[in-house]
């Protein structure tokens, strides 16, 4: 991948060119911001720039030996760390044994989530970065470089690492191999070990600004140029959640009639019909569980900035925006809080897989409690 296929973050790039330039290239480099926004691209990117056999001013020219294979993800010199999930096939997996579906994924679909990814994979299950992922990383490392100046490892999702791989991580962080970059791709980097944060040299990347979404969108979709900037403002930045809007209606129409089911009954304090909401919910994917929750506190949030007049900060779909022109009341400055603090420990909960039956019951009896204040 090269820089220019990258949506967006400029200032970012400049940076990362900057770094090669001027001979500071860090061994470890921490690329942290919200999900979505293409973190994963850029450390792409900034990989194939970094051995790229004819570099074209601020970018990689994208057909020397080197840039070929990286954009094909099989330059011998790159190698990937990032969740997977046990199966009947892969009892004990690392990567690698995932490594073939990961190419295809990414090649098919660089803009992509953590969801996405376990949704390709058709995994019920949470993804970890498994303690035996540890020695296959040492064991690459090991071997000299191939063809390249430099060895690569891209880690996505740190923070999904087991506190044994995590361990063994940071040695070779603190005595990392010669000619070795260590590219760490995190959505929450505050979940990853602090000695691994104190031993990398950390770039923040903010969301995307909507102008570069909506370029982007319009670019790949057949839409109007008022749609795609009113499909990028409902974004909040993360350009995988525009392209959810609008590829996912059908979803997303489910998450908010189950959120609005919710609200009313819990409202009306029907235990009985709430039992029978718990229970439709229980015996959907813990992903989809998971992005539900995610789902809803959008629409707290959204539903709190109409209550208190904030109508240039709302991103709200004209179905939500109806709805809540009536529900807003409901979410205020003595509950807002508190619910927001529900969902989202609901959501934690359930990635510490927690009892999802159990989780949801609870939820439903904070709501009713909450939405009375």
Same mark, same amino acid.
């Given at each position: ?12 790039? %400049? ?7 001027? &001979?500071? !290239? ?15 691209? #850029? ?7 970094? &051995? ?8 990689? =020219? ?5 840039? !070929? ?71 690459? #490392? ?9 060895? !690569?490892?891209?880690?996505? #999702? ?69 749609? =795609? ?18 590829? %996912? ?28 909401? =718990? ?29 208190? %007049? ?24 003595? &509950? !807002? ?33 909450? #939405?009375? %204040?």
């Amino acid at each position: 991948m090269k820089f220019n296929e990258v949506i967006g973050h400029d200032k970012i790039k %400049q940076q990362l060119v900057s770094m090669v330039k001027e &001979n500071r !290239v860090s061994h470890a480099q921490l690329i942290a911001g919200p999900a979505g926004i293409g973190k994963i691209n #850029l450390a792409l990117a900034f990989a194939q720039y970094l &051995n790229c056999q004819d570099r074209q001013g601020d970018d990689s =020219c994208g057909v020397c030996n080197s840039c !070929v294979k990286y954009s094909k993800l099989i330059h011998p010199d790159l190698h990937f760390v990032f969740p997977v999930v046990k199966s009947a096939k892969h009892k004990n997996p690392v990567s690698d044994s995932y490594i073939h579906e990961w190419r295809q994924f990414v090649l098919g679909n660089p803009y992509f989530d953590i969801h996405q990814w376990f949704n390709f994979l058709d995994a019920d299950k949470q993804g970890l970065i498994y303690s035996q992922e540890s020695q296959e990383i040492i064991k690459k #490392l090991n071997f000299k470089t191939f063809e390249a100046k430099y060895k !690569v490892m891209i880690i996505w #999702l740190p923070e999904k690492m087991h506190v044994a791989a995590a361990n063994k991580l940071l040695k070779l962080l603190e005595e990392p191999p010669e000619g070795t970059v260590f590219l760490l791709v995190s959505d929450n980097p505050n979940d990853i070990l602090g000695t691994i944060q104190s031993r990398s040299q950390r770039l923040n990347v903010p969301s995307l600004e909507l102008s570069d979404i909506a370029n982007a969108l319009q670019s790949e979709y057949d839409l109007s140029k008022e749609e =795609c900037e009113r499909f990028a403002k409902l974004s909040v930045g993360n350009y995988v959640a525009a392209k959810e809007i609008i590829n %996912q209606g059908e979803e997303r129409t489910y998450f908010f009639d189950k959120f609005v089911n919710m609200m009313r009954l819990a409202y009306g304090r029907k235990l009985f019909d709430l039992i029978d909401w =718990c229970d439709d919910m229980n015996r959907q994917s813990k992903e989809r569980q998971k992005n539900f929750f995610e789902f809803a506190l959008r629409l707290i949030r959204e539903n709190f900035m109409m209550n208190i %007049q904030e109508q240039d900060l709302l991103y709200l779909t004209p179905e939500e925006e109806n709805f809540s022109t009536r529900f807003s009341p409901f979410i205020n400055d003595g &509950n !807002v809080l508190q619910l927001s603090e529900e969902f989202s420990l609901a959501h934690s909960h359930l990635e510490q897989n927690g009892n999802a039956r159990i989780i949801l019951m609870d939820l439903c009896l904070k709501v009713i409690m909450l #939405l009375k %204040q």
